[in-house]
């Protein structure tokens, strides 16, 4: 069979802005359907689908289902990891994104407690499973599209824009809920209000398939495939018995930025609303432009961690949470608003110089034949370990001990565990990507800058 010729500098420029575009895009979209579920979470789903238990307990409940989710996505990133190295990066991001959008307008259409009874919380656990299973792979072959496009010395940049597709999946799924829950009655929102969202998603899909069913293969897995045609049978097996050194570190390492993203857009809702009793469209106006500043930050530290390093920046970000764990409780709970939006903007900061080196950083940790596996596992794993349970054990802690600053030492003592499995992580920013994670020869050699 006739290889397929390697594309023109040109033409590789091209495709290559075109794989920014849409990595940024799609990679928006999927994060909005997973943020309109944390957003519910704190705010419809306990009273909906649990309403026979007590608020706290429903609460949690709620918060519960949102974990499923976490628990999913390490599924999602080895089985579609897997085929992600066997077959390809493109055709696992399009399964990825068909499977979280109709899970997510599914979930829109999802009878209450009220009319289907006990079926209504374990449909609504099943799509919430389906949906971590799509977002689990769909980290880590977008993050590969753009970072094996990208120029020897600009992978964190070019990585950055797949992060800051979060905070866009944020502000979107935020917007969405602020538009509901300000034009809706209260009594229509609990009724059809919340489900607007969700079955919005319906369109979103379609615009990001039509947008990555353009796409081309990325250069640095068709220059793998061609060198070396056989591939990995069972490519979890290799990065478990080879490479587990680096899932562990780079897990631990996301397990931290994970944390903090989560006290700041989905804990500190139902903090705001059930405990501050502050207005719920205050609360997601909040996070909304916390988000904002998380964005456009962003894509500086990411472009830092280019001319810096990934672990410079990563700890920059890492010691600014430890500094400020104790004062964002502090001025949240003056219920100022003034002070309590410093408080959230100041948060993002360093959960943004935390996140935005992640992308490269994690995938310059494993070779081609093994990426897609490798870095969608550490990153999963990470979200598990770090993300699923932040709702959970902040409402706890709260419960146990009434006051926030249980829930500060939490932020204090998950940060300071990333900040020390960072140190086990080499830095990167310097290899060339073939060679990454040993490459075929096993010797990282550096890149010209």
């Avoid at 918060?63 to 085929?83: D, W, Y």
């Avoid at 920059?316 to 001025?331: C, D, I, S």
């Amino acid at each position: 069979m006739a290889q397929k010729q390697p594309l023109h500098p040109d033409n590789r420029a091209r495709q290559a802005r075109k794989v920014l575009a849409a990595s940024f895009i799609g990679t928006t979209f999927e994060w909005y359907d997973f943020f309109i579920y944390a957003s519910a979470s704190a705010l419809v789903f306990g009273p909906l689908f649990f309403p026979n238990v007590s608020d706290f307990a429903g609460q949690l409940a709620a918060f519960s289902t949102f974990a499923v989710g976490f628990v999913a996505r390490p599924l999602g990133g080895i089985v579609i990891g897997h085929f992600g190295d066997r077959v390809g990066r493109k055709h696992m991001l399009v399964f990825c994104l068909l499977s979280m959008g109709l899970a997510t307008v599914a979930i829109g259409l999802l009878p209450t407690y009220e009319q289907v009874g006990i079926w209504a919380p374990i449909l609504l656990v099943l799509l919430r499973v389906m949906q971590g299973i799509g977002i689990g792979g769909e980290w880590g072959g977008a993050v590969l599209m753009a970072v094996e496009y990208a120029p020897p010395n600009r992978r964190g940049l070019y990585g950055g824009f797949v992060q800051i597709g979060t905070p866009a999946g944020l502000i979107l799924a935020n917007i969405a809920f602020l538009s509901v829950v300000t034009l809706v009655p209260e009594e229509h929102f609990l009724t059809w209000g919340w489900r607007v969202p969700f079955i919005l998603s319906a369109v979103l899909v379609i615009v990001g398939l039509v947008i990555r069913l353009q796409l081309e293969e990325t250069p640095v897995f068709a220059d793998a495939t061609a060198s070396a045609p056989k591939k990995e049978k069972v490519p979890l097996i290799v990065v478990m018995s080879s490479h587990w050194k680096s899932v562990l570190a780079g897990g631990l390492t996301m397990s931290s930025t994970a944390m903090i993203a989560y006290i700041l857009i989905a804990y500190i809702l139902s903090y705001g609303v059930n405990i501050l009793e502050v207005p719920r469209s205050t609360m997601i106006t909040l996070v909304l432009l916390s988000s904002t500043v998380w964005l456009f930050t962003c894509l500086i530290f990411a472009h830092w961690s280019d001319r810096w390093g990934r672990r410079r920046v990563y700890t920059l970000g890492a010691l600014g949470a430890l500094v400020w764990a104790f004062p964002f409780f502090w001025l949240m709970d003056t219920r100022q608003l003034g002070l309590m939006t410093l408080a959230m903007f100041v948060l993002a900061l360093p959960l943004a110089a935390m996140y935005s080196p992640i992308a490269a950083m994690l995938s310059e940790l494993f070779p081609t034949r093994l990426r897609y596996t490798g870095n969608s596992l550490a990153y999963q794993v990470g979200t598990l370990c770090g993300g699923a349970f932040v709702p959970v054990i902040a409402t706890t802690l709260y419960q146990v001990y009434g006051t926030s600053m249980a829930i500060s030492a939490y932020i204090f003592i998950s940060v300071s565990v990333g900040l020390i499995a960072s140190r086990f992580v080499p830095e990167t920013s310097r290899i060339s990507l073939e060679s990454a994670g040993g490459g075929t020869s096993g010797v990282a050699t550096a890149v010209a800058r």
